[in-house]
């Protein structure tokens, strides 16, 4: 690792936030820690990057971000264990962080130096890294588009920054999730920008996900542009479906976003024996599967959300209730284990967790 040390700028202790009481009780990325990490480009080079109390940014009203959404974000977590903190596979977030850049036409950022100064901010921040299982402190590095300018082009200058949340479970409690199958809105088409993190895939979302709301689910599948008939991913996590022996999950085409927990989730699965298979899968099989009962489970997988039971699926006016609508052995045998890896109460054999105190 590249030996380097950022300009620190510690927040007066008079001006340092409270911390949360109950930390299960604040809602999932409402509270900001002390401090934050920037870095700036321009003159197509990445200026020294800084740790500064956590502000406001200061932003032309013209920059391209506010415009035309050229930004960027990734979400990873940090974990602690008495005085033991973790990270889990961190480089492979950075390494999506620099294909989503890529993908926007904005500058990368090197991998190794920005996981180096992402430790040294949780360092400062290790006292908002909570212990109780299921929780974390949330870290959310963003790229945005600063240049001032009205003609659509890849802005000439960016920020880059890292804020820090502690969090609970994205879903309150490990309950099965409903889900409703979009058959209206689409996400992404092939050729677009769906397997980027960038900031319009969520915008874009919001509309199915009111009419979701509407009907008392919480989260929305998509299904592909072209035919809308094959399960994409629900846009806070990617979906795997049990069929009997096989797990199912669809296939990495640039329609959907390539998670690190779906990556951990088909190599733990395929160690434990399973036909773990990336392909397309049709709603009528998952339909038919779930009416037969050969779907033995579905779950999500994603940093927020870890892994999340779905207990039902609402497709065309229907609810389709997934086996006997609770939790399934798989769904909760990769969350102890994941969970358990990531705080270091279970062995980390695959070398994913980095540690530091
Ligand atoms: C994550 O899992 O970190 C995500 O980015 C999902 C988020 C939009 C809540």
Redesign the pocket.
């Known amino acids: 690792m590249i030996d380097m040390t950022v300009d620190v700028e510690l927040a007066p202790h008079e001006q340092r936030k409270s911390k949360p009481a109950d930390i299960l009780q604040v809602s ?2 409402t509270v900001f820690t002390d401090h934050m990490l920037s870095m700036e480009y321009s003159e197509k080079i990445w200026h020294p990057a800084r740790i500064h109390p956590y502000r406001n940014l200061e932003l032309d009203p013209s920059a391209l971000v506010l415009h035309y959404g050229q930004g960027i ?4 977590k940090a974990y602690r264990r008495w005085d033991k903190c973790y990270l889990f596979r961190p480089e492979k977030n950075f390494e999506r962080f620099n294909s989503s850049a890529t993908r926007m036409v904005m500058p990368t950022i090197n991998r190794d130096e920005a996981l180096q100064n992402l430790i040294q901010l949780l360092k400062i921040e290790k006292d908002w890294i909570p212990q109780a299982r299921g929780t974390s402190l ?1 870290i959310r590095p963003t790229m945005i588009a600063t240049e001032s300018k009205l003609g659509v082009r890849p802005s000439e200058e960016y920020l880059y920054y890292v804020i820090l949340s502690p969090v609970g479970p ?1 879903f309150k409690s490990f309950e099965p999730v409903k889900i409703m199958v979009a058959d209206q809105y689409v996400r992404a088409a092939k050729g677009g920008v769906g397997a980027a ?1 960038t900031m319009g895939n ?1 915008a874009a979302s919001l509309k199915a996900a009111e009419k979701a709301k509407e009907i008392g689910y919480s989260q929305v599948l998509w299904l592909d542009a072209n035919e809308n008939r094959y399960i994409e991913e629900v ?3 990617n979906l795997f479906v049990r069929f009997d022996d096989e797990l199912a999950t669809a296939p990495l085409q640039g329609t959907i976003l390539p998670g690190i ?1 779906r990556d951990s989730v088909i190599h733990m699965t395929r160690d434990w024996g399973f036909n773990v298979s990336e392909r397309m899968i049709s709603i009528d099989e998952v339909i038919e599967g779930i009416e037969s009962g050969k779907v033995l489970e579905i779950f999500g997988a ?4 870890v892994i999340a039971p779905v207990g039902n699926l609402w497709y065309k006016g229907h609810a389709y209730q997934v086996a006997d609508g609770g939790i399934g052995e798989l769904t909760q045998k990769l969350f102890d284990q994941l969970t358990g890896m990531q705080c270091g109460q279970v062995q980390d054999k695959y070398g994913w967790v980095t540690e530091f105190s």
Do not use: I, R, S, V
């Open positions: 999932f990325g974000f990734e979400g990873m949330y994205y993190k969520y846009g806070t996590m927990t994603g940093t927020a959300a």
